[in-house]
């Protein structure tokens, strides 16, 4: 790709290069989020081991969650469209489980190998649940800066609070993790992606 350089004279212009797209959708009041949450109940969960955080999840037997509900269709339309925004091949829905923080329950940083693009679907969060917070993938390669402010370039961090009926969207290479929960219940439907073109 060329930069696009303004025509005429100008004193100033930025160009924000290669930015990496996170993307919220409201779904809120989705029937589906009521079977997600009966569908929970009558699950047996296991605890995560300590190095991934404190919470549970479905069983690893059953890594096909999102087939047993229609909300799967509506959040393929998201993942398709985020596809097209950011010209990317289209992909499939993988593996779906859902994961279970009470209070003081967190997951320690993590990105999703394996995968191309990762969602987290929130079917119940009480309110004031932790953020998800993602971390900068730019840091690694800067040496020497001072950062006064923290600004699109210069942040650590970026959280994001999420709501009942949030669905977000991220590059699966984009680290994140969330901190100890203040609420006592945070449920998280997560999935990853991959392109069927390849999977041959
Ligand atoms: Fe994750």
Redesign the pocket.
């Known amino acids: 790709m060329k930069a696009q350089i303004v025509d005429g004279p100008f004193r100033k212009a930025n160009y924000p290069l290669f930015p990496t797209l996170v993307q919220v959708y409201d779904l809120q009041d989705n029937p589906s989020n009521i079977d997600i949450i009966n569908y929970i109940d009558e699950q047996e969960l296991s605890e995560w081991p300590k190095d991934i955080g404190d919470g549970s999840s479905t069983s690893q037997n059953e890594m096909n969650i999102l087939d047993n509900f229609d909300i799967k269709k509506d959040i393929e339309n998201c993942v398709n469209e985020y596809c097209i925004d950011v010209g990317l091949d289209k992909l499939e829905i993988g593996k779906s489980w859902i994961n279970i923080q009470r209070q003081k329950g967190y997951?320690a940083r993590?990105r999703?190998e394996l995968s191309i693009i990762?969602g987290?679907y929130y079917p119940f969060v009480e309110p004031n649940s932790s953020p998800l917070v993602f971390g900068s993938p730019i840091l690694g390669p800067k040496m020497g800066e001072i950062h006064n402010q923290a600004t699109e370039y210069t942040a650590n961090e970026m959280e994001f609070d999420v709501r009942t009926g949030f669905l977000v969207l991220f590059p699966s290479w984009l680290y994140?993790y969330t901190i100890p929960n203040p609420s006592l219940k945070r449920v998280t439907l997560?999935f990853n992606t991959y392109h069927k073109t390849l999977d041959k």
């Open positions: 997951i993590h999703h990762s987290a994140h997560s």
